[in-house]
């Protein structure tokens, strides 16, 4: 049983690039106006061998356009249920730089701020969140001239730190992103805010 001097903590395997966790975030964000539990982030390579500059969804996907297209509309009528923004993309984009700053930014409170802004640059304005540039204007965004986008970009601990991510992701069996942990239980997929209560909720789950 957690006491109120130990919140719950909720494990989230996550990508700036998968439109699922662009959903999951917000149903998270939900829950935590619900009730009090710590949310730690690791960060999955769902796709961490697109070239700089980005590979079109065809290409990524090698499916008809058709189909690319359906499951864009229904992502799309998904995220504006739930007030977000989403444009259709032609391209997707390597998000390790992404990955890395936010790797720097959680240690000082700021991951879940500038997800924010990763997932509105990517999936509501469809830009290239592997850019230096890009990702400097959203620090900016955050605090005037505070992070330097390039310095944060090359830090070899923070690079080190996204690739321990990948390691633990895959040494606990999660190949899939979002995908959620509280103890020992495991949910993949996008979660309603009801859904992450419950799992929250359930005091029945074993420490792990």
Not at 48 to 62: E, R, V
Not at 89 to 112: C, D, M, P, W
Not at 134 to 156: E, G
Not at 162 to 176: L, N
Request: aromatic letters at 12%; a neutral charge; glycine letters at 8%.
């Amino acid at each position: 049983m957690n006491s109120p001097q130990t919140p719950r903590e909720l494990v989230v395997y996550t990508d700036f690039i998968c439109p699922w966790c662009y959903l999951g975030a917000a149903h998270l964000k939900h829950s935590q106006e619900t009730i009090t539990f710590r949310t730690r982030y690791i960060m999955f390579p769902l796709h961490p061998n697109i070239p700089p500059g980005g590979i079109s969804l065809y290409d990524l996907f090698g499916g008809y356009e058709g189909d690319i297209d359906r499951r864009q509309l229904e992502i799309r009528g998904r995220a504006l249920e739930l007030g977000l923004k989403y444009k259709t993309r032609t391209h997707s984009y390597n998000s390790f730089n992404s990955q890395v700053i936010g790797k720097g930014l959680a240690k000082v409170g700021k991951f879940e701020a500038f997800q924010d802004s990763v997932f509105n640059a990517y999936f509501g304005e469809g830009e290239d969140i592997g850019c230096p540039e890009v990702l400097q204007r959203l620090l900016n965004d955050l605090s005037p001239n505070h992070w330097s986008a390039y310095k944060m970009i090359n830090d070899a601990d923070l690079k080190a730190s996204v690739r321990r991510d990948w390691e633990t992701a895959k040494a606990h069996g999660v190949y899939s992103v979002p995908t959620y942990r509280f103890r020992n239980r495991y949910c993949a997929g996008t979660q309603t805010s009801t859904k992450l209560l419950a799992l929250l909720r359930d005091d029945s789950t074993e420490n792990a």
